[in-house]
Nanobody, 127 residues
């Protein structure tokens, strides 16, 4: 069964850090482009960061530039989202997803491009 499972979310104070994980089962992430999305309450789901099969990345959310980074560990079949200097406006459910694209990150990304999604992990930034 093909699954993406996110973990690592939780409650953190402003200025804190979290590392989210996206682990695949039923297939290998090695050659796939993986994208992190987030959806804040009352807002549309937006792309955050993408990682290519070679480890290159693409920012989609201006608000996270310089604070969030994405990485992958193919041996663990896992992609990570490191979130630093968190702000209350980063509060959202974070999802990882793939369109099964096998090359670089696209210039733009949209939820309807994705084929497989995890169920999401909630992140709350609050004092």
């Amino acid at each position: 069964q093909v699954q993406l499972v996110e973990s690592g979310g939780g409650l953190v104070q402003p200025g804190g850090s979290l590392r989210l994980s996206c682990t695949a089962s039923g297939f290998t992430l090695d050659y796939l482009v993986i994208t992190w999305f987030r959806q804040a309450p009352g807002k549309e789901r937006e792309g955050v960061l993408c990682i290519s099969s070679s480890g290159g990345s693409m920012d989609y959310a201006e608000a996270v530039k310089g604070r969030f980074t994405i990485s992958r560990d193919n041996a663990k079949n896992t992609v990570y989202l490191q979130m630093n200097s968190l702000k209350p406006e980063d509060t959202a459910v974070y999802y990882c997803a793939t369109s099964l694209r096998r090359s670089g990150c696209p210039k733009n990304t949209y939820p309807y491009h994705m084929i497989y999604w995890g169920k999401g992990t909630p992140v709350t930034v609050s004092s």
